[in-house]
């Protein structure tokens, strides 16, 4: 039992660093900001476009021309997914739900040659 309880104990603290992390919630063009890697990621919705901006460690926007991903939205007890596609500084998709309070998302973006990003996002 005890090996058990010191195992609990570890993965309890473990789970807790990324809550304990501390950064901007808000991302330079006024989205959700949100940690994926090495890379910090924003995600603004308006009206129903959904873009997704990629940023280095040094906050330097990261170029998306190559890239692809996925947009998964949660609201309301619906869920969709989008497919992005890459336009001018961002990855791009349109939504067919209406936004409401509460709404999650799961980004998910791959860039050549690199591990899938993904990361999760809650609206207000």
Not at 44 to 62: F, H, I, M, R
Not at 69 to 94: C, D, F, M, R, Y
Not at 96 to 116: Q, S
């Amino acid at each position: 039992m005890r090996p058990f309880a010191l195992l609990s104990l570890i993965l309890s603290l473990v789970l807790t660093i990324p809550a304990l992390a501390h950064g901007p919630e808000q991302g330079p063009k006024g989205g959700k900001l949100a940690d994926s890697g090495a890379y910090h990621l924003e995600l603004l919705v308006q009206g129903k476009q959904a873009s997704v901006y990629l940023y280095d460690s040094q906050n330097k926007p990261v170029k998306l021309n190559a890239a692809a991903g996925s947009l998964l939205i949660l609201v309301g007890g619906k869920q969709e997914t989008l497919a992005l596609t890459p336009k001018e500084e961002a990855l791009n998709g349109t939504m067919n739900l209406e936004l409401g309070r509460g709404l999650k998302a799961v980004v998910t973006i791959n860039l050549p040659g690199e591990k899938p990003l993904q990361a999760r996002l809650a609206l207000d």
